[in-house]
C-alpha cells in the first residue's frame, strides 16, 4: 500500500478540525462530543508527528459502528431534539472513524464529504458574522484537500518516484496560489449570489433564538424585576436616527410600556383594553394623532426577539410602518405587535419629543379632564409620601416647578445602586424613601410618581430603555439589556405626557480601543446578516436597478467623452494637414508620412519572429514533458537492473535491452515519442502523455529481466 503526501494528511485534517470547530461555535454540540471530537482530531494530528498509527481492532470498529446505526433510530425517534440534530451526531462518529481510517484517497475524500455535511449542518444553527469567517477558512483548506487528492490520484508512477515525490511540487507557492484561486471562487460565487432569483425555502427550518431576557414589559411587573436585567449587556435592538446631528441633547428615551396603578408592590394597568389598527393605504399605523407639539424624531428600530409583543419607539410615538400586518394600542400610548416575534424584526417609527408649553411652565393651577383621575391612584398608606412632596415643593409656584422640584430632590438626595436588599415589613417605596435611601430606576421613577399624585398631579410610570451607545461606524445607536430604565411621564393638558426621570445619571459608556472595536465587529455583524443572511428579491431588484442606472450613466458618460475626443482629434488633424501645407515642401513631407507609417504597420503584420518563438517556446515545455517521462522510464528500468550506459543512445540502448516483446514495444514507444517530441519540436498531447504515463504503470509491475551489454 503506498503512503498518502504528508501535505494531503494535514490538510484534510485540518479542514475537519475547521468544519468541528465551527459546530463547536454554534453552542448546538453537546460538550462531551465537542471535547471526544477535539480528542480525536488531535490524537489524529499526533498519529503525523510520531510516525506511528493508533488503529483500534476491526472487530471493535464493527462493533461500535453497529451499535451507533442502531442508536441512531431512537436517537432520530426520541432522543434529539430534531432530525438535523441526529443527523450531526451521525456525522460526528462518521468523523472519528474517518480520521483514524485514513489509508487512500478514497478515505480523505470521503473525510472531506463529512466535514462539508458539518459546515452544511451548521448553517442551520447560525448564520452570524463568524460563520461566514469559519466557512472561507473551510472553502480555503478544501480547495487545498481537494487539489492534493486530485494530484495524488493523477499523479505519473508514485514508485518512480522515490527521489522526486509529489511534494517535490507540493510548496508554498502552491498553497499560495490555491488560496488565491479559493478567495476568486468565493467573490465569484458572491456575485451568483447577488444575481441569481431568491429562494426563500431550505432544506431545514432554522433554530429559532433564544429571546434576550427583559422585564418591565408585561401587564403586571413585580417591583424589583428590572434590578438584574441591568446587569446584563446583551443587545436588544439597535436604532437608526438619519437626521442624528439635529437631535435634542441627550438622555433620550425609548418609550415601551405605561403603568397607571400601584399597590405598593407591583404596577399594572387597569387601562389594558387594546384598540386594534391597520395600516392606512401607505402602509403607516397611525398610533397617537392627539398632539403635533415637540421635534419631530424619524428612526429605524431593528428589534432582537425580547419575548414580548411590545415595539419601542423614542418619546411619544405617533406612528409606525413595517412589514406586519396588524397591531395594537392601549390608552396609554403602547403600541403592540399581534404575537410575540421569535425573530428579528424592523419598522420605522415617527415620534416627538414633547416639551410643556410656554403658557403651562407659567401655570401655577391646570384643569385636568376626569379621565385623567385614573392616574392619581395611590396605596391607602402613603400619607407621609405626600407629606414629603408638599415639603419638597413649598417654595415653588407652578405646576411644572413642583414636577422639577421632586425629579431635582431624589437625584440629589438619594443614591443610585443595584444592590438593594428589601427591608422586611416595609413597602420597598416606603423602604427607599424614609429607610436606605438608595435604590435604582424603578425605586426613583415609582417614588416620584407617588409624590406628583400626592399632589394632584396625574403622572404614570414608563418602562422601556436608554438610548444606549452610539455606532459611529453604523450611524446608528447600540441599546442593551442593561440601558433597561423606568422615568416618568406627568400630564399637562396642553401639551400631552411629559417625560421627567429623577434617577441619577449614570457613569458615561467607556471610549477605549476595545469598545471601538466592538462597534466596528457590530457594525460588520449588522451589514452582514442584512445583505448576506436576510437578503431577498426586493434587494436583488433594487442592487440590479442600481447597477443598471449606474451603468448606463457610465455608458452615457464615455459615449460623449468619445465623441468629444474624436471631434478634437478631427480638429487637430486637419489643422495639422492645413500647417503642414503651408510650409515649404509640405507635400513632400506628407508623403513622408504615410510611408513611414505603411512600413511599420508591414512590420508589425509581418509577426514572423513573434509566431517563431511562440512556437519555440510551447516545444520546450513539450521537450521538458517528455524528458521528464523518459528519466522516469530510465529509472523504473535501472530498478529493475537494466542500466543504460552514459556512451549509448536511445536508440542503442533500446537494442541493448532483453525485455519480452510485450514490455519491449513499451519501452519503444515510449523512447520513439521522446524522440519526436525532443528533437523533432513537436507537442505531446495530453493523450499522449496519459498513454505513456500507463506503459510507465505496466512497466513497474514486469518482471526483472537482465541487461544484454
Known amino acids: 500500500m503506498t503512503k498518502v503526501p504528508l501535505?494531503?494528511?494535514?490538510?484534510?485534517?485540518?479542514?475537519?478540525?475547521?468544519?468541528?470547530?465551527?459546530?463547536?461555535?454554534?453552542?448546538?454540540?453537546?460538550?462531551?462530543?465537542?471535547?471526544?471530537?477535539?480528542?480525536?482530531?488531535?490524537?489524529?494530528?499526533?498519529?503525523?508527528?510520531?510516525?506511528?498509527?493508533?488503529?483500534?481492532?476491526?472487530?471493535?470498529?464493527?462493533?461500535?459502528?453497529?451499535?451507533?446505526?442502531?442508536?441512531?433510530?431512537?436517537?432520530?425517534?426520541?432522543?434529539?431534539?430534531?432530525?438535523?440534530?441526529?443527523?450531526?451526531?451521525?456525522?460526528?462518529?462518521?468523523?472519528?472513524?474517518?480520521?483514524?481510517?485514513?489509508?487512500?484517497?478514497?478515505?480523505?475524500?470521503q473525510l472531506v464529504l463529512v466535514a462539508f455535511l458539518q459546515i452544511l449542518a451548521g448553517t442551520q444553527y447560525s448564520s452570524g458574522l463568524f460563520f461566514g469567517f469559519c466557512f472561507l477558512l473551510f472553502l480555503i483548506a478544501g480547495v487545498w484537500t481537494l487539489m492534493l487528492i486530485h494530484l495524488y490520484q493523477n499523479h505519473p508512477p508514485r514508485a518512480a518516484l522515490a527521489n522526486q515525490p509529489m511534494g517535490s511540487f507540493i510548496t508554498p507557492t502552491f498553497f499560495a496560489l490555491t488560496t488565491l484561486l479559493s478567495l476568486a471562487a468565493f467573490l465569484f460565487t458572491l456575485g451568483i449570489f447577488f444575481v441569481v432569483p431568491r429562494i426563500s425555502t431550505g432544506l431545514f427550518s432554522k433554530k429559532k433564538p433564544d429571546p434576550v431576557k427583559v422585564a418591565g414589559f408585561s401587564e403586571r411587573v413585580d417591583f424589583g424585576s428590572m434590578g438584574p436585567i441591568k446587569l446584563e449587556s446583551a443587545v436588544v435592538m439597535r436604532v437608526v436616527v438619519p437626521d442624528y446631528a439635529n437631535l435634542p441633547p441627550l438622555p433620550l428615551y425609548l418609550r415601551g410600556m405605561a403603568f397607571d396603578s400601584y399597590d405598593g408592590l407591583s404596577w399594572s394597568n387597569r387601562q389594558a383594553l387594546r384598540k386594534e389598527v391597520y395600516p392606512n393605504p401607505s402602509g403607516i399605523f397611525m398610533i397617537d394623532q392627539s398632539s403635533r407639539h415637540g421635534i419631530p424624531v424619524h428612526h429605524q428600530v431593528l428589534l432582537e426577539p425580547l419575548g414580548t409583543p411590545v415595539l419601542f419607539g423614542f418619546s411619544s410615538p405617533k406612528s409606525v410602518r413595517g412589514e406586519m400586518v396588524?397591531?395594537?394600542?392601549?390608552?396609554?400610548?403602547?403600541?403592540?405587535?399581534?404575537?410575540?416575534?421569535?425573530?428579528?424584526?424592523?419598522?420605522?417609527?415617527?415620534?416627538?419629543?414633547?416639551?410643556?408649553?410656554?403658557?403651562?411652565?407659567?401655570?401655577?393651577?391646570?384643569?385636568?379632564p376626569d379621565w385623567a383621575k385614573a392616574y392619581l391612584q395611590r396605596p391607602p398608606d402613603d400619607q407621609r409620601i405626600g407629606d414629603l412632596a408638599r415639603a419638597v415643593t413649598q417654595n415653588t409656584k407652578t405646576v411644572y416647578e413642583k414636577a422639577k422640584a421632586i425629579e431635582t430632590h431624589l437625584k440629589v438626595s438619594y443614591r443610585y445602586s443595584l444592590d438593594v436588599k428589601p427591608s422586611p415589613g416595609r413597602s420597598p417605596i416606603d423602604d427607599f424613601l424614609f429607610g436606605q435611601k438608595t435604590g435604582y430606576c424603578e425605586h426613583f421613577a415609582s417614588a416620584m410618581v407617588l409624590m406628583l399624585r400626592g399632589l394632584d398631579i396625574p403622572s404614570r410610570l414608563v418602562t422601556g430603555f436608554l438610548h444606549g451607545e452610539w455606532n459611529e461606524y453604523g450611524g446608528y445607536y447600540i441599546v442593551r439589556q442593561r440601558d433597561a430604565h423606568a422615568w416618568v411621564e406627568a400630564y399637562f393638558p396642553q401639551s400631552g405626557w411629559i417625560t421627567f426621570d429623577p434617577t441619577p445619571p449614570s457613569l458615561p459608556p467607556s471610549t477605549g480601543w476595545s469598545t471601538a472595536l466592538s462597534h466596528y465587529l457590530d457594525h460588520l455583524r449588522i451589514q452582514w446578516e442584512r445583505y448576506i443572511v436576510n437578503y431577498n428579491s426586493l434587494d436583488q431588484m433594487r442592487a440590479l436597478s442600481k447597477a443598471k442606472s449606474q451603468t448606463d450613466s457610465l455608458l452615457d458618460m464615455l459615449q460623449q467623452g468619445w465623441s468629444e475626443a474624436l471631434k478634437g482629434i478631427a480638429s487637430m488633424t486637419h489643422s495639422a494637414f492645413l500647417v503642414i501645407l503651408a510650409l515649404p515642401y509640405g507635400l513632400w513631407i506628407l508623403a513622408t508620412f504615410f510611408i513611414i507609417v505603411a512600413v511599420l504597420l508591414r512590420l508589425l503584420l509581418k509577426g514572423s519572429s513573434y509566431f517563431q518563438t511562440t512556437r519555440l517556446c510551447a516545444s520546450v515545455r513539450a521537450d521538458g514533458q517528455s524528458s521528464q517521462l523518459y528519466l522516469l522510464m530510465l529509472q523504473i528500468l535501472e530498478s529493475k537492473g537494466l542500466i543504460k550506459k552514459q556512451h549509448l543512445t536511445p536508440n542503442e540502448f533500446l537494442k541493448s535491452l532483453l525485455l519480452s516483446d510485450q514490455d519491449l514495444e513499451k519501452v519503444k514507444e515510449i523512447t520513439h515519442t521522446y524522440q519526436r517530441t525532443r528533437f523533432g519540436r513537436n507537442e505531446m498531447t495530453f493523450s499522449e502523455r496519459r498513454k505513456i504515463e500507463t506503459l510507465l504503470e505496466d512497466l513497474i509491475e514486469a518482471k526483472t529481466a537482465a541487461s544484454r551489454q
Open 7 to 109: 501535505s494531503l494528511e494535514v490538510s484534510s485534517r485540518l479542514l475537519t478540525l475547521i468544519a468541528l470547530g465551527t459546530l463547536i461555535l454554534t453552542g448546538e454540540l453537546h460538550p462531551i462530543l465537542a471535547g471526544l471530537g477535539l480528542t480525536a482530531t488531535i490524537i489524529s494530528f499526533l498519529t503525523l508527528w510520531l510516525e506511528a498509527g493508533m488503529r483500534l481492532p476491526d472487530k471493535l470498529w464493527n462493533t461500535l459502528t453497529v451499535l451507533v446505526l442502531v442508536a441512531f433510530i431512537p436517537d432520530l425517534l426520541w432522543l434529539a431534539d430534531s432530525a438535523l440534530h441526529a443527523a450531526v451526531h451521525l456525522l460526528f462518529y462518521l468523523m472519528i472513524y474517518r480520521l483514524f481510517h485514513l489509508d487512500a484517497p478514497r478515505a480523505h475524500l
Open 326 to 368: 396588524s397591531m395594537s394600542v392601549d390608552p396609554h400610548g403602547s403600541a403592540y405587535l399581534p404575537s410575540t416575534p421569535t425573530s428579528r424584526i424592523q419598522y420605522t417609527v415617527d415620534s416627538r419629543l414633547v416639551t410643556p408649553s410656554t403658557s403651562e411652565l407659567k401655570s401655577e393651577t391646570l384643569v385636568y
